[in-house]
């Protein structure tokens, strides 16, 4: 049980773009995700907090109009970068968390490469 | 601000040793800690811990928090080449109307055969 679904793995394009990534709860529902960027041997920084129905709450020092974060329902919360640069590119992972005091369930986590 | 750090950032060791990981914080309205192990992609949960001093234990890997000293271990023993990972740690933390996760620097382990 505790699956959490993302994709894609990964994706290559061209500076301007603007990518979305997808993060599924498939066997729970989640009543809060959340969305990590991690770059090369660093550790997982929380960018936002998204509760279905809600608008996001991001991290200090992260763009909210350059990371839109959409949680239509309570298994399905999707990152769009926007107009997506160079320094844009990273690891993004997403978690799903059934509710407090219990472990989030993250997805398998996205490689975003911007040319 | 919240924060959480671990030690050491990196630990080599031969197969069979034992090792200790640490993980300290100092976040506000702390409700508990989590382990996780990352290989290649997302991590995998180990542990969550929320009471102090109560062992949580899985085979080789145990783990225990201590709320006074604001820090938690986790322990392996008889290492493996397949324990090689980054070891993160977390400590969820209630904000206003939700919560999140607050991660540490991680502890990049390597078991060499």
């Known amino acids: 049980g505790a699956v959490v679904s993302q994709h894609p793995s990964w994706v290559i394009c061209k500076s301007g773009t603007s990518v979305k990534i997808e993060c599924r709860s498939l066997?729970?529902?989640?009543?809060?995700m959340f969305w990590y960027r991690q770059f090369p041997k660093q550790s997982l920084m929380l960018m936002a907090t998204?509760?279905?129905?809600?608008?996001?709450?991001?991290e200090q020092g992260v763009e909210k109009d350059k990371f839109l974060i959409n949680h239509a329902s309570l298994t399905l919360s999707t990152l769009t970068v926007t107009s997506a640069h160079p320094e844009d590119s990273s690891f993004y992972i997403c978690?799903?968390?059934?509710?407090?005091?219990?472990?989030?369930?993250f997805g398998d986590g996205t490689r975003l490469s911007i040319l | 601000e919240d924060k959480v750090v671990q030690s050491p950032l990196s630990l080599v060791v031969h197969e069979g040793d034992t090792v200790t990981l640490n993980c300290s914080y100092e976040?506000?309205?702390?409700?508990?800690l989590l382990w996780y192990k990352q290989e290649k992609k997302a991590p995998t949960f180990l542990f969550m811990l929320?009471?102090?001093?109560i062992e949580k234990k899985s085979g080789r890997l145990s783990s225990i928090l201590d709320k006074k000293e604001l820090s938690s271990i986790l322990n392996i023993t008889a290492t493996q080449t397949g324990d090689s990972a980054i070891y993160l740690c977390?400590?969820?933390?209630?904000?206003?109307?939700?919560?999140?996760?607050?991660f540490g620097t991680g502890t990049r382990l390597k078991v060499l055969a």
């Open positions: 066997d729970f529902q989640a009543t809060t």
């Open positions: 977390a400590v969820e933390a209630a904000t206003s109307g939700t919560y999140k996760y607050i």
């Open positions: 976040v506000t309205n702390f409700r508990s």
């Open positions: 929320t009471s102090s001093g």
């Open positions: 998204s509760n279905e129905g809600s608008k996001a709450t991001y």
């Open positions: 978690a799903a968390g059934p509710q407090p005091g219990q472990p989030q369930h």
